[in-house]
């Protein structure tokens, strides 16, 4: 699981787009209590982040060659 920030990071898209993309597109979102700080999370499972990828691929480092 990961949080939609982070994904959000992965793909360099702002955390608002990727909600509004997966709210669009229907992707399952869960949420969850950060147990450092009590805040709420809107996470992704395994299924949610393949869901999304299909809509923004990752983007790669070049490669050092």
């Known amino acids: 699981m990961k949080t939609i920030g982070a994904f959000a990071?992965?793909?360099?898209?702002?955390?608002?787009?990727?909600?509004?993309?997966?709210?669009s597109k229907g992707v399952p979102l869960q949420k969850a209590r950060s147990p450092d700080s009590g805040q709420v999370l809107v996470v992704l499972d395994a299924a949610a982040e393949r869901a999304l990828l299909k809509f923004y691929p990752k983007i790669l480092a070049p490669s050092k060659s």
């Open 9 to 23: 990071k992965e793909v360099n898209r702002t955390t608002s787009a990727v909600l509004k993309m997966a709210k």
